[in-house]
């Protein structure tokens, strides 16, 4: 069974991007087929991947106003192992082009349909807006995972993003739910980090992963290389965190299926 992750949080700078592209690299060092979808006109996912913007032909903006097949758009990411639907700049502008289009919050998922059983996951870099875009990850997604820093206002945006995915459950999509939610850009030293993972781990339990990912500079430097952190870094802090994020997921997936076939 395919597993269709969105990362999305509203809020930009909180990992989102990181996590989209070392988690889809790390299901494929665990032998998972991946594929990584960039949502943001802003392309940082795909050039985190290592893809040229100034290469690509085709991208997610002609998938989505349907100029495009699937087959045409994706690239494979030699430094991640995993197939690629990149973005550019222009992906700004079908929030516009979309807006009397019919269905144009399923565009992406009835887009992905012909392949999206091909992967074990795909996994969706969300814009920083609680727009169209972002709109059309979740209507495509299974699950959400939800990248926070924990800073003084982390929780505030989370309830916007949970309304939401309240009204897209009742219309659009009824079976999406919360995967989890990712501490990112942990420094222990900081008590107020401290602090707000304790409210965290108080108010979310069994939503919350185990693994955190530390503040760590070599995350922050791989994607000038286009390259996932374990192409860059293997022995890194950061590329361990995002490691074990994938086993644990794949641990939770895992019980999961199983409770569904008992
Ligand atoms: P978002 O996609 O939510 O806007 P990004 O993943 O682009 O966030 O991260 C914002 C910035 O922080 C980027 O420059 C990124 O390289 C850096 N960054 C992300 N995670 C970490 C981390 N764990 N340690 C250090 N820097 C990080
Ligand atoms: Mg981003």
């Known amino acids: 069974m395919t597993r269709v992750l969105a990362i999305a949080n509203q809020k930009g700078g909180v990992g989102k991007t990181t996590t989209a592209v070392n988690l889809a690299a790390s299901l494929v060092h665990l032998g998972k087929r991946v ?24 991208t997610v903006y002609s998938l989505l ?21 990149p973005a550019t700049r222009d992906l700004a502008g079908a929030e516009v082009e979309l807006v009397e289009a019919q269905a144009r919050e399923s565009r992406l998922k009835q887009a992905l349909a012909p392949v999206v059983s091909n992967y074990d996951f795909v996994i969706i870099d969300c814009p920083p807006a609680l727009n169209l875009l972002t709109l059309n990850g979740l209507v495509a997604a299974d699950a959400v995972l939800i990248p926070m820093q924990c800073e003084y206002y982390a929780l505030e945006g989370l309830s916007d993003l949970v309304s939401t995915l309240r009204r897209i459950r009742q219309s659009l999509n009824r079976r999406i739910e919360i995967e989890g939610l990712l501490r990112t850009m942990f420094d222990p030293r ?28 070599r995350l922050a430097e791989a994607p000038s290389y286009g390259r996932p952190i374990l192409a860059y870094d293997k022995t890194s802090k950061g590329a361990q965190a995002y490691l074990q994020l994938a086993e644990e997921l794949l641990a939770r997936h895992n019980t999961h299926e199983v409770a569904h076939t008992v």
């Not at 949502?39 to 991947?49: H, K, S």
């Not at 900081?190 to 990912?213: E, W």
Request: glycine content about 6%; overall charge negative.
């Open 35 to 58: 594929m990584l979808i960039d949502l943001d006109p802003q392309a940082n996912a795909t050039m985190g991947a290592g893809i040229d913007k100034s290469k690509v032909k085709a």
């Open 65 to 85: 106003i349907g100029e495009s097949s699937v087959h045409e758009v994706m690239v494979a990411s030699e430094t991640g192992g995993f197939d690629l639907l």
């Open 190 to 217: 900081s008590t107020l980090a401290q602090q707000v993972s304790d409210q965290l781990v108080k108010h979310f339990t069994s939503k919350l992963y185990h693994t955190v990912i530390p503040r760590n500079v």
